[in-house]
């Protein structure tokens, strides 16, 4: 069974940081594009980074450009994001994904996480 376990989501004030976590089983490794996503209330989920490990390519939202950054730890099969100066629009449920295409979709990820909350107040 493909599963993906994330953590690090929590409430911080405006301007605080977090860091989100994803461990991937060994099954899904193999993957080539590893992703996050956040769905906020009344809102499509939205992809916010990804990064595509044959190149180390990244991507990222533009509202969150120069704030977060996506990265990986091949040995402990997990990748991460981190948050910093957030503000109150970042407040979601943020979800990690993989995938295997070589070029990364927008959505369509087959292996999911559970969704961790991130809420930021002003």
């Known amino acids: 069974e493909v599963q993906l376990t994330e953590s690090g989501g929590g409430s911080v004030q405006a301007g605080g940081s977090l860091t989100l976590s994803c461990q991937v089983s060994?099954?899904?490794?193999?993957?080539?594009?590893w992703g996050w996503f956040r769905q906020a209330p009344g809102k499509e989920r939205e992809r916010v980074a990804h990064?595509?490990?044959?190149?180390?390519?990244?991507y990222y939202k533009d509202s969150v450009k120069g704030r977060f950054t996506i990265s990986r730890d091949k040995d402990k099969n997990t990748w991460y994001l981190q948050m910093n100066n957030l503000k109150p629009e970042d407040t979601a449920m943020y979800y990690c994904?993989?995938?295997?295409?070589?070029?990364?979709?927008?959505?369509?990820?087959?292996?999911w996480g559970q969704g961790t909350q991130v809420t930021v107040s002003s």
């Open positions: 990064i595509y490990v044959g190149t180390g390519t990244t």
């Open positions: 060994e099954d899904a490794y193999s993957s080539n594009c």
């Open positions: 994904a993989a995938t295997y295409p070589h070029s990364c979709p927008s959505r369509d990820y087959p292996y």
